[in-house]
């Protein structure tokens, strides 16, 4: 190899951070006289490297020579710079996996002569002798037999996936689907790079056209917002489309009645929908108004979904004509002395709370009760850490964004209450009490009334 240097370092892929460390790590192994050549595999061998690239770099040893090379695998790491983490895994030979304080991966591998092999191109960073100078790759196109492998295992990880998604194990449902989208990169790259398809989704976007690969994006999205049926329909498309473009001998040996039957399937077989799932959308919208706010709640993009799982046996909220309710309300002035005297709270300033939490509560009450919120006037408790409190200290099963804090907002003119309590909340509602009117039509009030009442006398019922 013509062997050029640029500021005394030498120019092997043009890229700054791999060329140093390639020569401070070859410079360190020559130094020692000990190999009779260093070369690189991978990326850098097939000329598409980039800043992101790791070094796949072999130390070329004489079985003599070998224990002392391995001995000082990680001096000859060390030349290059800072190591963070190092590790030694052997796949057939000796590895030492290095990453460096600039996230640089190394992979330096020992081998004899004989052992370097011939599958891909390699690039002598030294290679005194010439040893490796006429190298011809020999690795072999993708043959039919792996692709078709590949096609049936996309959709044999979809009904695992849809085990591990009817057992509402989503992580591992997640997970397997993820593995789908792996098999299916290779028969999507194989349509433009038959003999690297193995790599799957590695530098994929480079690969494919950007239509295709905006394709398999899509799958993720959608496991990304738990929206696994969409997402098996989405792999599906792309073996359909796959399957268009495979070719006659190729489409012949797939298995298409394993595919026909996985599309049948979705919804029922595979991925029945699950009805008892609440959705409910998280906006991007950092609004600066209240008007702001409230256009947000219509008009922002989506880019969460939070989901609640119910419990389709829970008994759902009865009317019990034996339980006796005494009518009678409270007033917020009223209430407010009572959450002051019910537990330890302090007064909190009204600007540690989030602007978007109180818009939220004003949306709601005017919302609810069809008023206007431009005077209401709220107020805010921190619930103390005492003992007396400790049954309002236990965080509830809700979806919460940063660091819970045990608090309390009132509202003082409508008496509307929300809190991090689940249990002060049921507390609150039941002391709020029923009106007569409430009793004689079984209004909402009534109901909401006797859902927290059966909170409080049968926890867990729901």
Sequence with gaps: MDEKRITGIRRITGIARLDEAIAAITDAVMADGLCEAVLLKGSIARGDADEFSDIDLYLVVSPQNRDAVLARREKYLSAYGGVVFIEDVDFGLPQKVAIFSDALHVDLYVAEPEQVGSLDPVVAAYDSAGLFADVTPTRA?????????????????????????????????????????????????????????????KKINEVIPAEDYQLLEAIYASLGSGDFLEAAQAI??????FLDNAGDGLAAKLDVRFLTWAKESLGAALFAERGNVLSVDVPIASPRTYEEFCEGLESDPVVAVARVELDDAAPRIPWWPDHKIVPGTKSPKELRVWLEGHLDVERMPLEEVSQTSLWAMRHNIELHLGIDGAELEFVAYRILPTERNAPYLVEGKCIRVGIFEPRILMELTTGCLETTSNRLFDEYVVERGVGEKDLAEKTYRLLDYLFHLRNLEDPGWE
Excluded: Q
Aim: aromatic share 10%; glycine share 4%.
């Design 141 to 201: 196109d993708v043959t039919d037999e792996e692709l078709c492998r590949h096609f049936s295992s996309v959709l044999y990880c979809l009904v695992e996936a849809s085990s591990a998604y009817g057992r509402r194990n989503d992580a591992w449902a997640t997970k397997i689907m993820s593995d789908a989208v792996g098999e299916l990169s290779v028969l999507v790259r194989s349509l433009y790079d038959r003999r690297y398809a193995f790599l799957g989704l």
């Design 236 to 241: 599906h498309n792309v073996l359909d489309a």
